[in-house]
């Protein structure tokens, strides 16, 4: 039997590949050459200035293919001299591993990457693994896993299922998987009067109390009381400014935002034409102009309650003694892609210290989750 693949050392060689978003950092070349050597078919999938890379193990098109997607960019990581240990060294010390993307992701990357690895050479199933790996999970996520599902899409590859590897457990290993996830959208507002003198408020038309009425408007408004595998939705208001520093001055125009977290009781849609409503609402009662800009980061989508997420939840439990609870908290992934492609799911490691300074993970941590995706592997080909 070949010598197993250790995803620590690969998490230690893939930390130590500064990929910051969007820059590649020798991350996508290291993966390619370790899945290549394995007899995987691997595929650049660059597109603008994003790397990507495929990697395919056995028949093309074929019905039973089980699919890994994840991603190799990383965030800033802040001030370095902060850090205990240099946030690219991929120090392992007294059972910790240390670095920018210990968490997340790299070392579900290498979980995945090494289970795939040592399960096609040594027990060959009847089907195909794929491995999307992206450099755009980080950033915009214009050109990352969006990139590798349209070549997909044009080369008439197809996965039947797919596992996200984030990190989705709070405290202990095994305890939460993602079935779903929030749809996410962001609403800029400028509210356009007239500037005047703050002595003569009656020759000014002031944008402020228009901003206001309408963050609280909107603020206030309850959304739904959830549904049935989510939590309410939420609304926050993220800024109001005017640029004005002067107090005795009525300024112009006034810019406000809100972020929106919203499940499956709306859309983008639905939530945008509110939106406007509610500004239409406010610029007539204070005869103001008032704009608005939106951008929607993704809809929310729910994978139902049956084969694939019991697939999942019962190879954790077999590994670690816990069945994971099935959720759908937290902000977004590259699942909300995924999912107009094929039934998904996200399971990975304990998420404390993604995006932190000193971002660390146990060791042992990989090394559970690699045999987690092993079994998952062993069961959906058995």
Known sequence: MTQPLDPVHLTQNL???????????????????VLTEAGFACTRVDRGAVSNLFARWGDKGHAKTFGFNGHTDVVP??????????????????????????????????????????????TPPDGAIILTITGDEE????????????????????????????????????????????GSMTAWFRVTGVQGHSAYPHRAKNP????????????????DQGTGHFDPSTLAVVGIDTGNPATNVIPAECTGAVNIRFNDAHSGATLT?????????????????????????????????????????????AETGRRPELSTTGGTSDARFVKDHCQVVEFGLVGHFMHQVDERVPATQIEELKSIYTRILHDYFA
């Open 15 to 33: 930390i130590r590949c500064n990929s910051v978003t969007p820059a590649e950092g020798g991350a996508l070349v290291l993966l390619d050459e």
């Open 139 to 182: 950033g915009d996520a214009t050109d990352g896993t969006t990139a590798l599902l349209d070549w997909m899409a044009d080369n008439g590859e197809q996965m039947s299922v797919c596992l996200v590897g984030e990190p989705t457990c709070p405290n202990e290993m095994g305890e939460m998987m993602k079935i779903g996830r929030r």
């Open 77 to 122: 990581p802040g001030d370095t001299a902060a850090w205990t240990h240099a946030p690219f060294s991929g120090d392992l010390a007294d059972g910790i591993l240390w670095g920018r993307g210990a968490t997340d992701m790299k070392s579900g990357v290498a979980a995945f990457a090494a289970a795939a690895v040592d399960f096609v050479r040594n």
């Open 273 to 317: 034409a509110w939106l406007e409503q509610e500004a239409d609402k406010v610029a007539a009662e204070f005869g103001v102009g008032i704009d608005m800009r939106v951008k929607i980061s993704g809809e929310s989508f729910l994978t139902p309650p049956g084969p694939l997420s019991d697939l999942i939840a019962n190879a954790v439990e």
């Open 208 to 223: 402020l109390p228009a901003m206001a009425r309408l963050m609280d408007r909107l603020a206030s408004h309850e959304l």
